[in-house]
């Protein structure tokens, strides 16, 4: 398989089993459906950590993103059902880290696209680690806790990562130029802009996927499933 073709299996994948999760738990036990997605999740992050991914995406922003993607938000977010068996913090823990976790995505994101920056070699690699702790600790520690007390905290957290994350998006798609000098030449098949913007896009679109619904009334998050179950 290619390494587009894993990048692509290793993104779409995470994504549908994150949206069907609640539905398979009606099938599957709850401890079956969070095994499988820890599984999913070091699947995914293997392949955005492979020699060839890691090569692609020195050249592509598409590749980059989508490395960057799974790493930060997919991995993680799968992974969570899990990880929150075992990690349990108290209310005032989760509201105290909230922003700072939430800025630390926001740094992670930057990072990734200052031209100052060269994300090859090590800084790839301490990037990438980074990208990966601050994902985990989003997701563990405030994103996939339901409580009803600390569901203010989890709409603020999103929109403390999220707009200015999806400032970057947005202009990543409408910038009229390279923004990472790097990429000028990106091994997508699409020239510099539109790879560029292709990874602008698949940014905004697993932005939306896993943290829009996070904004969404607990009762209405809850409501298709229950309604399935009924």
């Known amino acids: 398989m290619s390494t587009w073709a894993l990048l692509a ?7 549908a089993l994150w949206m069907s999760r609640r539905r398979l738990t009606t099938r599957f036990s709850q401890v079956s459906v969070d095994a499988a997605l820890v599984v999913a999740a070091v699947s995914a992050v293997v392949v955005a950590l492979l020699p060839s991914v890691r090569s692609a995406a020195d050249m592509s922003h598409l590749a ?3 490395q960057v993607m ?9 992974a969570s059902g899990f990880l929150r068996q ?9 509201r105290v880290a909230a922003v700072p976790v939430a800025l630390g995505y926001v740094i992670v994101m930057y990072l990734w696209h200052l031209p100052i ?5 090590t800084s790839a690699g301490v990037l990438s680690t980074a990208a990966l702790l601050v994902g985990l600790c989003l997701w563990c520690s405030i994103l996939s806790d339901e409580r009803p007390e600390i569901e203010k905290t989890r ?9 200015p994350a999806g400032i970057l998006g947005l202009a990543l798609i409408i ?19 539109a790879d560029q913007r292709a990874g602008g896009v698949v940014m905004m679109l697993v932005e939306a996927v896993f943290l ?16 399935r179950v009924a």
Do not use: D, K, Q
């Open 175 to 193: 910038a009229t130029e390279p923004i990472m000098a790097g990429h000028v030449h990106g091994t997508s098949g699409l020239g510099a802009i």
């Open 212 to 227: 829009i619904p996070i904004l969404l009334p607990h009762n209405e998050r809850r409501g298709t499933v229950s309604a």
């Open 70 to 78: 799974i790493l930060v938000m997919i991995a993680p977010a799968l």
């Open 9 to 15: 299996t290793a993104c779409v994948a995470g994504a």
């Open 155 to 163: 709409r603020l957290t999103v929109y403390v990562a999220g707009i």
């Open 64 to 66: 980059m993103m989508t």
């Open 117 to 121: 920056v060269t994300v090859t070699g």
């Open 86 to 94: 075992r990690i349990r913090l108290s209310t005032r823990v989760v």
